[in-house]
């Protein structure tokens, strides 16, 4: 019963119980608590750091609460908090009017969290500026969303902005072991197993809240071991990795993401959608989703693979594919699966061509090889003093005289006339594409008249 009693010591969740006092216990986010950095002046209580705003711009579960907690009580400044969601401009001016009574009255500054600020309006967002104007707060703003799509440009303005990322595998697993022996956590009454630790890391996808309630999930489901046969006596109960699938009703993906699992699935995925095959592509997407790949690493390789698998064959496949990647960039994750979605079932289907690829790469071989040559007279720049006294631009055919806009010239060095590097396939544009390559090719070279 004792670790009935520790697992449910009152209603308040591990990860809020778990969260750090103070920057030194924050896990992750190294990049922000340099010696010197922004939030470490916050933090101070010298009296040296000002009422600098910060915008503290991140993915859910990666510790924006928790820093601005641990700012204000480093700090010794009172503290208010507030959620956009349920917060309205009169209570914002409430908390404006207060904390320039208690500066006022008392000399105490006031730190204002306010959570999920991309949900407040402009009229709310307005009513946050005479008081980060004037000093009686020091904002501390959190948003899982660019804010510079959603914060009115005179508060971003006014306010620093700094980027958390994704906790990393060994921030989740120093959360957990924390949790699991901390007197505020679950205070060494349970037993984890490594195979369990792991499935809580890569289950959290860098969110240290997912990670803290699967772990306090999972321990409850181990609690009746404490008084049945679930392990040698006087022995806490294990949390095993089958519990913490069942805790989180999830498959546990067989995906290391710096092992052979990695690469094999995504090394799928790629020539999944080269081959064309829209449904493994979607599947080995959903798997890497699933198992918490790092969705820009996704969007990266569908870029890639629209410049390098679909090419000229449909010239929209590029365009879409780094708009993709900017969607997830801009809205995050979960609602990031359906733009990478969309982008993965268009270059799937799209016809393909890798004629561009190998024509760079043609063109490198090239010029690594010694091919170079010199740069024709004609084509060399004539716009500076003494350029055409040596002969530069002389007999240079302007394109737009022609008729098409096409003359006869050459382009390459003599070492590369007659090289041809782009050869278009028959495939998509393309293959509407291929005749105009071909007509313009004997045009410039000569080999036909220039107005046929």
């Known amino acids: 019963m004792e670790a009935r009693t520790a697992l449910r010591q009152g209603p308040v969740p591990l990860a809020v119980r778990m969260r750090p006092t103070s920057l030194d216990d924050v896990a992750g986010q190294a990049h922000l608590l340099r010696a010197g950095s922004p939030l470490r002046r916050l933090a101070s209580t010298d009296g040296t750091s000002g009422a600098v705003s910060v915008i503290l711009w991140g993915p859910p579960g990666t510790g924006k609460t928790t820093l601005a907690q641990a700012v204000a009580h480093s700090s010794g400044r009172r503290f208010v908090e507030l959620s956009a969601v349920t917060a309205g401009v009169r209570d914002v001016r409430g908390v404006m009017e207060k904390a320039r009574e208690q500066a006022d009255l ?160 995504i090394s799928a995925f790629i020539k999944s959608v080269r081959g064309s095959d829209v449904d493994a592509a979607v599947h080995y997407l959903a798997r890497m989703i699933e198992a918490g790949e790092d ?23 590029l365009p879409l594919a780094i708009a993709a990647a900017d969607a997830v960039q801009f809205i995050g994750m979960p609602e990031g699966r359906i733009p990478l979605a969309e982008a993965v079932v268009y270059l799937a289907l799209a016809p393909k061509s890798n004629a561009s690829y190998l024509a760079i790469d043609a063109a490198l071989a090239d010029v690594r090889a010694g091919r170079i040559g010199r740069v024709p007279m004609h084509l060399r720049d004539a716009h500076y003093p003494g350029a055409k006294r040596l002969g530069h631009g002389k007999g240079y055919r302007y394109a737009h005289d022609g008729e098409h806009g096409v003359v006869e010239q050459q382009y390459p060095p003599d070492e590369l006339v007659g090289r041809d ?29 220039d107005g046929d």
């Open 295 to 317: 969705p820009r690493f996704i969007a990266r390789r569908i870029i890639v693979l629209a410049a390098e698998d679909v090419g000229m064959a449909d010239p929209q496949a």
């Open 106 to 265: 008392y000399g105490v500054s006031t730190v204002l969290f306010l959570d999920e600020i991309h949900r407040f309006s402009k009229a709310q967002q307005d009513a946050l500026l005479p008081g980060v104007e004037n000093g009686w707060v020091t904002l501390i703003a959190a948003t899982t969303e660019n804010p510079s799509f959603s914060v009115i440009a005179p508060l971003l303005s006014r306010s620093l902005l700094l980027t958390l990322q994704p906790l990393t595998e060994e921030d989740l697993g120093l959360l957990v072991d924390r949790a699991l022996e901390d007197p505020r956590g679950l205070a060494g009454r349970f037993r984890l197993a490594p195979e369990a630790r792991e499935a809580l890391v890569r289950l959290a996808s860098g969110d240290a809240r997912r990670a803290l309630t699967a772990l306090e999930a999972s321990a409850t489901l181990a609690e009746p071991a404490a008084d049945g046969d679930g392990g040698p006596a006087g022995e806490p109960p294990l949390v095993t990795e089958e519990l913490v699938a069942t805790a989180v009703d999830r498959a546990l993906l067989r995906y290391d993401r710096d092992g052979d699992e990695h690469y094999d699935v």
């Open 421 to 449: 590097y782009y050869l278009p396939t028959g495939n998509g544009f393309e293959r509407d594409t291929a005749g105009r390559v071909d007509r313009l090719r004997r045009r410039v070279r000569g080999i036909e008249p």
